[in-house]
């Protein structure tokens, strides 16, 4: 006879006295545990998502959040590079346009010229260092990493609640149909292949994009 009252999460016990011996076995074993509410059966798939699943995605997330704030630098070399000339170094179509002094990035607003040899030297480092800063780029860098690593985790989140809503309820309408005793270990199967399933949309598209 079902059971109305609420089973406590995990409930697992030895599944072995389910399938051994297996001929002339009743239907309920003692010992065995066993879920009838549609309800529990969706909290039981959600709990065993949430363990299986979350996990890999926060994983994802702290390498999200660290790669975003501490970004790789690029790579010192020791010997000079040297560029490989065309092969149709006269031709218009391979020829490098002559570069104006306003295209130039290290200029200041306004300046068309660069400074002659007889200015300060320590004009061009100002101009330099006022291209190359960025304002409250450690800041906007951090606040970025966030929003990446809430968004890992709230998505992953909010993929076990609505996987585990139609595993759930699709278990539980197959087993009243057939009016079948669920084990709880139904809902720990559930709730693995779910996450395995999305283990495989992890990886390798989401850890190529990070």
């Not at 130039?104 to 800063?133: C, E, F, K």
Request: charged fraction near 10%; include cysteine.
């Amino acid at each position: 006879m079902p059971d109305s009252t609420s089973v406590p999460w995990p409930s697992l016990y030895n599944w072995v006295i389910e399938v051994y011996p297996i001929q002339g076995k009743a239907a309920v074993q003692p010992g065995g545990v066993y879920l009838y509410d549609s309800h529990e059966i969706f909290r039981f798939t959600l709990y065993w998502t949430l363990v299986f699943y979350v996990p890999a995605y926060v994983l994802c997330a702290i390498y999200a959040f660290l790669n975003v704030t501490f970004p790789p630098r690029p790579a010192t070399h020791t010997r000079p590079r040297y560029r490989l000339s065309s092969s149709f170094a006269f031709s218009p179509y391979f020829r490098v346009p002559p570069a104006a002094a306003a295209d130039i990035p290290l200029m200041a607003p306004g300046q068309h010229s660069s400074p002659n040899p007889g200015t300060d030297p320590t004009l061009a480092l100002v101009y330099q260092y006022r291209a190359l800063w960025k304002p409250n780029e450690t800041r906007s860098r951090v606040t970025l990493a966030l929003l990446v690593f809430l968004a890992f985790v709230v998505f992953s989140v909010a993929g076990a609640v609505v996987g585990s809503a139609v595993i759930g309820y699709v278990l539980a309408g197959l087993f009243k149909a057939g009016d079948f005793n669920m084990s709880t270990w139904i809902p720990f199967l559930g709730g693995l292949l779910q996450s395995l399933v999305g283990l495989l949309g992890l990886w390798p598209s989401v850890v190529d994009i990070i």
